[in-house]
């Protein structure tokens, strides 16, 4: 089978996958906030999962 071609929603889609990314824009959707402050409305993840996404997120594009 052929493998159908990468579509602008298979991109977004990749680009937000992951356990906490959609919780963090989530969360930076309603107000912008600083590492302390998102980490603390975000209980359950741990600061280097959170410096991870960011980064992540950070290099796709999606955060500043």
Do not use: H, Y
């Not at 579509?7 to 107000?31: P, Q, R």
């Not at 980490?39 to 999962?49: G, H, L, V």
Request: glycine share 8%; charged share 25%.
């Amino acid at each position: 089978m052929n493998k159908p071609t990468e579509n602008g929603f298979a991109t977004a889609i990749k680009m937000v996958s992951g356990k906490w990314k959609l919780d963090i824009i989530c969360e930076l959707g309603a107000t912008p906030r600083r590492f302390g402050r998102l980490r603390q409305s975000i209980p359950a993840i741990s600061e280097k999962m959170l410096t991870q996404q960011l980064r992540e997120l950070e290099a796709d594009g999606l955060v500043n």
